[in-house]
């Protein structure tokens, strides 16, 4: 099966035949190297009774690595020449692949939709640029995906799973832990990619569980996740001061919530914040 994947010669060859010049606009990096496409779906865990959803195909590297083990893959591209070509390159080098394939030519923040068979996991190398928005996109509009392993520039990654408490936690490490257990499985060096990025990669994989137990919508505890962050310093009474309607109003809500006012953003959990949010609501 090694020559079902793409190599570098042959990527250069689509490349060419597209004129394509890939832009740092788009994130785009092409992964070259076979052995790790297959490490790729091999930490993602998927099985032949998934339905993988991959956004930002490209040329096909992953695609095919995914069709390889998949029932089917759903990919959902925003170039449209690379949405046109890729059933050709699975046709020419998975053939009996073919039907698994659906293309949705989009961006992929605008899709909610997929016809067929719904996704059961997300496993893509995610442009660098738009890499969060998208995959918390994804979580919240298909609740069907149970698992996931997305590559993402590593400072990114050490984001997404970055406890409470730690240097780097924040917006993404909290609204991540909203929807999915998460960790970081695994490194991806520059070489492996065409064009050669100037930062390593991550590999985040992620299992879905439940959303703590709230009266509050997601959509209120990510508001209250957004403000708390906004000023990354200040105590919690003050950066609150703008939801709750003054600094001593915003005291008296954490409290009632069972968190130190002077506390900052950066400690809590998503529960946490899942209190915080339930007071918003108690006290319009």
């Known amino acids: 099966m090694a020559d079902s994947l793409l190599d570098p010669r042959t990527i250069r060859e689509l490349a060419a035949e597209l004129d394509l010049r890939p832009t740092?606009?788009?994130?785009?990096?092409?992964?070259h190297d076979a052995n790790t496409v297959r490490r790729i779906v091999a930490a993602s865990g998927i099985t032949p009774d998934d339905v993988v959803l991959e956004i930002?195909?490209?040329?096909?590297s992953l695609t095919?690595?995914?069709?390889?083990?998949?029932?089917?893959?759903h990919v959902i591209e925003i170039e449209s020449s690379l949405?046109?070509?890729l059933p050709r390159t699975v046709a020419d080098r998975l053939p009996a692949a073919s039907e698994k394939l659906t293309v949705t030519e989009a961006d992929a923040m605008d899709v909610t939709e997929l016809p067929g068979p719904q996704p059961t996991a997300v496993v893509a190398n995610l442009p660098y640029n738009v890499s969060v928005p998208v995959l918390l996109h994804v979580l919240a509009r298909w609740d069907s995906i149970r698992t996931g392993l997305v590559m993402v520039q590593l400072e990114v990654?050490?984001?997404l799973v970055a406890?409470?408490?730690?240097?780097?936690?924040?917006?993404?490490?909290a609204k991540l832990a909203w929807y999915a257990d998460s960790a970081r499985v695994g490194t991806v060096p520059p070489k492996v990619f065409w064009p050669i990025p100037n930062v390593d990669s991550g590999l985040v994989r992620m299992t879905r569980r439940e959303p703590p137990p709230t009266t509050a919508t997601r959509q209120e505890v990510f508001a209250v996740v957004d403000a708390a962050f906004a000023q990354r310093r200040k105590m919690l009474r003050g950066a609150l001061a703008g939801i709750f309607g003054s600094s001593a109003d915003a005291a008296g809500a954490l409290e009632a919530a069972g968190v130190d006012p002077q506390a900052r953003g950066e400690v809590l959990g998503i529960a946490e914040f899942a209190r915080i949010a339930e007071q918003v609501a108690l006290r319009r």
Not at 56 to 60: A, H, K, Q, T, W
Not at 64 to 72: I, N, Q, S, Y
């Open 157 to 159: 990654a050490d984001r």
């Open 64 to 73: 095919l690595g995914l069709l390889e083990v998949a029932a089917h893959v």
């Open 56 to 60: 930002g195909p490209g040329l096909g």
């Open 163 to 173: 406890p409470p408490g730690s240097k780097v936690y924040g917006v993404p490490s």
């Open 24 to 31: 740092k606009q788009r994130g785009q990096n092409f992964v």
């Open 83 to 85: 949405a046109r070509r």
